[in-house]
């Protein structure tokens, strides 16, 4: 038993935030029937990373759906196109506001048809407001919520994250506002919008950011890798590579001076409180830069964790892969694929003690199911079936 093994997902459109949805949904178990313009397939396919021509990044946004063809503009896909969406409990898009509309497809021509259809509708801006009709991007939304303005260094000026973030987070909030109307739609029998934009879920967790400028008109300000609630919070060198540290109260800062055999300074009237070390931050900061620039990485760790200091190394990808916390989680997960064999991709979050999740296969060529969709799941003929890909339509 799987724990969403009762939902059929039917997911349109391409790139990240929509289909990330359909991934976080197929992990736990929904049927997920994904569809691809013929001729035109989802354009991550053209993404790197490649491996022998093949989309490595496909194959893991891909991953536990039942892949078709199907270009639903086309009038001669019009009756396929609504069985499938008749029998789905989900429709997952994130075409431009009123594109469903315009082929007749959107939630408003279907409510009386389909009254028990949940629409996630994933989009740059949303699908109402003054801006609803533009094109949107995660690095947009990053921009447009605020967040890129007090993420950047102060000599540098706002930065954006080095990959599309608020897909992801816009994905993920997707999937939660599924599961809420799937829920709501037990109690009521209806289903019901789940309208996403980009840039509303970066507000959402900008929480502090939006009632501090509510209630004193101030803004965060850059502070590169620092937070001004929260000092020391940086990132710094080793004699050997990186360390990450945050401290979020007295009592840890205080352990910090421990580890770094400097109880002496506990008196300091500079950092003495939260607010003093905020008000003394480059002191407080080089305080820690200096100590950590004379040690390994493996000596720091040493000593801030036997003073139970919150601190980790900066990993990269091989550190990741190695480390034996990471192996014991089971955060990356083994597949097989058909071109490269046994594939590892991050593991299905969160973790479920019942009904886990799991990745049963990864992404594939174009029209892979094609014949499992249209034969088994929709009872077409040969000949029709043979009929809609004549005419381009499959």
Not at 259 to 264: P, Q, S
Request: proline share 7%.
């Amino acid at each position: 038993m799987t724990a969403l093994s009762d939902i059929k997902v039917l997911e349109t459109g391409s790139m990240l935030a929509g289909p990330f949805c359909g991934t976080l949904l197929g992990d736990f178990g929904a049927e997920v029937i994904k569809l691809e313009k013929p001729g035109k397939p989802d354009a991550l396919r053209e993404w790197p990373p490649f491996k022998d021509g093949q989309p490595l990044w496909w194959k893991a946004m891909a991953r536990n759906k039942r892949l078709a063809t199907l270009d639903i503009s086309r009038p001669e896909a019009r009756e396929a196109t609504l069985a499938l969406i008749g029998r789905s409990d989900i429709v997952v898009e994130n075409f431009r506001p009123g594109t469903l509309e315009r082929w007749g497809l959107g939630p408003g021509d279907l409510a009386a048809r389909f009254p028990h259809i949940v629409w996630v509708r994933v989009s740059g801006y949303g699908q109402t407001g003054p801006y609803s009709g533009r094109g949107g991007y995660a690095t947009i939304a990053e921009a447009y919520s605020g967040l890129a303005s007090f993420t950047g260094f102060p000599d540098r000026g706002p930065m954006v994250s080095a990959f599309p973030l608020g897909d992801y987070v816009a994905g993920t909030y997707a999937a939660f506002g599924a599961m809420a109307a799937i829920n709501a739609r037990r109690q009521t029998g209806r289903g019901q919008v789940v309208d996403v934009s980009l840039f509303e879920p970066f507000l959402r967790i900008l929480e502090s950011a939006i009632v501090r400028y509510d209630q004193t008109g101030k803004k965060k300000p850059l502070l590169g890798n620092q937070m001004e609630e929260d000092v020391p919070r940086n990132i710094y060198a080793t004699r050997d590579g990186h360390v990450a540290i945050s401290v979020g109260s007295q009592a840890i800062f205080n352990n910090l001076l421990d580890a770094m055999e400097r109880a002496d300074l506990k008196s300091d009237p500079r950092f003495s409180s939260q607010d003093a070390r905020a008000e003394h931050r480059d002191a407080t900061d080089g305080l820690v830069r200096d100590w950590l620039a004379e040690r390994t990485t493996a000596e720091a760790l040493k000593a801030f964790e036997a003073n139970k200091v919150v601190a980790g190394k900066i990993n990269d990808m091989a550190d990741v892969f190695a480390d034996p916390h990471m192996t014991a989680r089971e955060a990356l997960t083994t597949v097989m694929d058909p071109q490269f064999g046994p594939m590892r991709l991050p593991a299905p979050v969160p973790k479920l003690s019942e009904t886990p999740g799991s990745v049963r296969w990864t992404g594939g060529e174009p029209g892979r199911d094609n014949d499992h969709v249209f034969r088994e799941v929709l009872g077409l003929s040969v000949q029709t079936i043979d009929g809609m890909r004549k005419a381009g339509v499959i």
